[in-house]
């Protein structure tokens, strides 16, 4: 095998440029929620449904760019990615009704899908040593994060300064520019001579007959729903229902003198206090069990949720709330990753977690499109939210029971 004993190597440094570029866009979307009705006087739920669609096909593609990737190469993979999401970027700057927004965020979903962690941490997995693996698959998702507090800032000045139609034109520039990162990304061996005398088919078989595989997918659901909503409706919902930022105070001080400031300085405080919690839940993956620490997280979500939406919503509990669930917000993807690869191998990595990655988005896609739907319905997001919180509750449980041992290990199965 052709894995380094370091932790930094080529492919997770190109890895990371690539997953920071695309999730900057990506962590965007919400912000062009009130510009774009505003100017089409469209209701909440016509672009809540167009990023809803987005997530949707972001997961659908998913599995499919993960096989691409182990067929074709993940350079190749990663090519299709950005070509599709700098089409589907441009094309939409020129979209007009809800329908042309709703088809052409297909486009960036599936762009999304080839540029993000199914395909990159399959990579930076099979290029890592296994003591270095979880830490390593942490950092690469902390990349992700790290796009997260750049994109929202940035599309918040770039829209206070052009029209959210080219807005659009400078992230398709950007997300053309990661191709610049691709000759880092030299794919090692796929794994063990052992390991590849199984084919997909046959690995596909041994998952789908095992319930921990279908715990993992369930498991997955909660955190897409959660994440879905929060990036997409967060902004407008701390724009229109939290109290005044107080005149003088530290915010004020900042230069977050709105509402619509303090949305966006929400998302980027989520994506900061995620590296911090991501690496951490990466480095404690390495020495213990990753379905107790997945449990753990849910449970944390849980209760972050119901709290910030019983308590006053004020400044303070935004700033809060987002440092809170943004120590927890992507801290389940080294874990769910890692144990995927754990239990099933590398080989096929791509594609098991790209299935699994499905729910996540299935739940994404539940959690902006319900919060459209019901603010239109009720004017608030109350009942969306406690679902939110329901879903977390069922998350921390499911993964209890999962078997966290790896396939070849288990009594009365092949390897």
């Known amino acids: 095998m052709d894995r380094s004993d370091r932790l930094i190597t080529p492919v997770l440094i190109g890895g990371c440029a690539i997953i920071l570029i695309s999730f900057a866009v990506r962590s965007s979307f919400g912000l062009f929620q009130i510009p774009i009705a505003e100017e089409f006087g469209w209701l909440r739920a016509e672009f809540s449904l167009a990023i809803a669609i987005q997530n949707l096909a972001w997961g659908i593609g998913q599995p499919f760019f993960g096989a691409i990737a182990e067929k074709f190469g993940d350079r190749k993979a990663i090519i299709l990615g950005v070509a599709l999401y700098v089409i589907g970027l441009v094309v939409s700057a020129y979209a007009i009704t809800p329908e042309q927004h709703q088809m052409l965020e297909v486009l960036v979903g599936f762009g999304i899908a080839g540029t993000g962690f199914g395909v990159i941490l399959a990579m930076v997995g099979r290029a890592t040593s296994d003591e270095h693996r979880s830490l390593a698959l942490g950092i690469a998702t902390a990349a992700g994060s790290a796009g997260q507090i750049v994109g929202p800032p940035l599309t918040e000045a770039l829209l206070s300064a052009l029209p959210w139609q080219s807005v659009f034109l400078v992230f398709a520039a950007m997300i053309f520019a990661s191709l610049l990162f691709l000759p880092l990304l030299k794919a090692p061996d796929r794994d063990d001579p052992a390991a590849l005398e199984t084919t997909l ?185 406690w679902v939110g919180v329901a879903v977390g509750a069922l998350s921390a449980v499911v993964h209890l029971p999962i078997r966290e041992v790896p396939l070849g290990q288990r009594s009365g199965q092949a390897a």
């Open 201 to 385: 088919l046959q690995i596909l078989g041994k998952a789908f007959r095992d319930p921990s595989f279908t715990l993992i997918f369930v498991g997955f659901f909660s955190c897409g729903y959660q994440l879905g909503f929060i990036t997409a409706h967060f902004p407008a919902f701390v724009e229109e229902y939290c109290g005044p930022i107080a005149p003088g105070g530290v915010l004020h001080s900042m230069g977050v003198t709105t509402t619509s400031a303090l949305g966006a300085l929400a998302i980027s405080l989520i994506g900061l206090a995620n590296i911090g919690g991501t690496l951490f839940a990466a480095h404690l993956g390495k020495s213990y069990s990753k379905k107790n620490l997945l449990a753990w997280i849910y449970v944390g979500r849980t209760i972050a949720a119901a709290l910030f939406i019983i308590l006053p919503i004020t400044p303070l509990s935004v700033i809060i709330f987002s440092v809170v669930m943004g120590s927890l917000w992507l801290a389940t993807v080294p874990l769910t990753s890692g144990l995927v690869g754990y239990i099933y191998g590398l080989r096929f990595m791509g594609t098991l977690y790209g299935i699994v990655f499905f729910s996540h988005q299935l739940g994404s896609f539940m959690g902006v499109w319900l919060g459209g739907q019901m603010y239109d319905l009720y004017g608030n997001y109350t009942l969306v939210w």
